[in-house]
Every structure is written in structure tokens, then in C-alpha cells.
């Protein structure tokens, strides 16, 4: 007996064949559609493992210590001798302003680090005595300056300014990128209408203030860790918990908390 073709499924079938091209067309339509849904999670995922590698590379930050008052060598020794750290980096952090002449720039300047958050020198070369710095593109570009100019900083207060840098007026060496900005966007500070809008290196010797403003701190854990993953965030926060409680009176933040903060930094 001969099997009864269902005329469900031939009314479709004509219906595909008089319309080829549209059929194609939205076949093709679907491919590229799931390719490219496939390919942004690929991307993500290798955007991800890329940025761990980086940052296991640099020796990036995972806390970082902050304090009104400063650290003295007996502090930054009270953390070293705290469990589970692989590395402690006290350093200088201090806000000035960049005295363009027709107005005020704010620049966050940094000590050059030694273990951990590594600049990437684009070029030029490093500071090798505390007239000398480097600077980020921007500010060249900007600033219409070119490697081995002078550039002046200052505050309202030079009082103030001089109780932590030896001098005004530094030397560029070379341009730099750094590992604690990745975007655009340079954070909060003290000075003018509260928007930092550039970053600059100094030789340590630039600084005279008698206490170390930071500290950023390695974890052993850290380099065994996806550091772009739930896990890292969560024993990260772990970690944060652990310095508050044993230090309350420094402000404890993640690598996540500490790029778009404003501070003030005070002396002894």
C-alpha cells in the first residue's frame, strides 16, 4: 500500500523552493549570527586570560594600603610580618598640579616602582635622579612637549608642595603607560574641580616627606589564582577583611576599589 505523503510538509517544501534566495539568505543570516555570538564569548574569554597574563607579568597590585598620616618603616615592617603576603612595596603618591600657563592641570605622580606595578617604558628612558620624570602621552601631545623638556608642578600652597617634593620643575626622560590605568578615565583627586587628568613617574629621591604614603601589597595566593575570574574577587575581598581587621585605622582597598578614588595626603 503506498504511504500518503502528509501535504503539511509538502506545502513547505514548495514554499522553500519558490522562495531559494530568501531561505539562503536567512540561513546565512542565522550562521554568521551564531558564529559571532560563539566569537564575542571566545574574544571575552581571551581578552580574560590575556589580562591575568599581564598582570601576573607586571606584578600588579591585589591591596593596597592608604593612610592619612602616612607609614613609618615600623609600620611597613608590622605588615611584612603578617601571613600569606608574597610582596610589600611601600611608595609615594602625591597630587600636583601642572602649570600649563594659561591654566592648572591636575597630575597624579607617582615614586617609580621597583616590585610591583611595572611601568612599561614606551619611550625615552627611565629617571635616574629626582629632576628627572617620566610622563604619559597625553601630556606630551597636550602639552606640545618633547622628551628631554622641562616640565613645571606646583601647588596653591608651595609650602605644602615642598614638604614632599624636592623640586618644581623635572626634567622628561621618556613616556611611559601604566598598569593602574587602563582606560581613560584617571580618577578623583583633592585639587581643583575633583577630575585628575594625568599621571607622571618621579625618581624616589624626589620625594622628601618622611613617611611613605602607600603600600601595595602581593598575596601569595595571587599567582596561582585566574585574577580576572569570581574566585580571585572573592578572596580578594577576603584578603581586604583580613588588613581591617588587623590594621582599622589604614583604609584597606582591592585592586577594584583603588583606581577612581580621591585623596588628600597629609605629613607627619
Known sequence: MRRR?????????????????????????TMLGAASVVGIQASAINMRDAADREYKAIGLYDIQ???????????????????????????????????MQTDLRSVR????????????LLSGRMPENA???LV??????????SIGDNISFSLYSMDTYYSVLATST???TG?????????????????????????????PDAYTIGAYTDVYILMQESPDMHNVSEEYKTAAE????????????????????GTALSRTIKTR
Open 238 to 257: 577576603g584578603w581586604k577583611r583580613r588588613f581591617e581587621d588587623a590594621k582599622p585605622e589604614w583604609f584597606v582597598m582591592t585592586r577594584e576599589d
Open 5 to 29: 505523503r502528509n501535504p503539511f510538509w509538502i506545502d513547505i517544501l514548495r514554499e522553500i523552493w519558490s522562495t531559494k534566495a530568501r531561505c539562503v539568505s536567512l540561513i546565512i543570516i
Open 170 to 172: 623635572f626634567t622628561i
Open 175 to 203: 613616556v611611559a603607560s601604566s598598569p593602574l590605568y587602563v582606560t581613560f578615565e584617571r580618577g578623583r583627586t583633592a585639587l581643583g574641580n575633583g577630575s585628575l587628568r594625568y599621571f607622571a613617574y618621579l625618581h
Open 109 to 120: 605622580t607617582y615614586a617609580l616602582p621597583d616590585e610591583l606595578n611595572k611601568v612599561s
Open 65 to 99: 594600603l592608604k593612610s592619612a598620616t602616612g607609614f613609618t618603616g615600623e609600620d611597613i615592617a608590622s605588615v611584612r610580618e603578617m601571613e600569606g603576603i608574597s610582596a610589600v612595596m611601600p611608595t609615594y603618591i602625591f597630587d600636583v598640579y601642572w602649570d
Open 136 to 145: 604619559e602621552q597625553r601630556m606630551l601631545r597636550e602639552g606640545g612637549f
Open 131 to 133: 629632576g628627572e620624570c
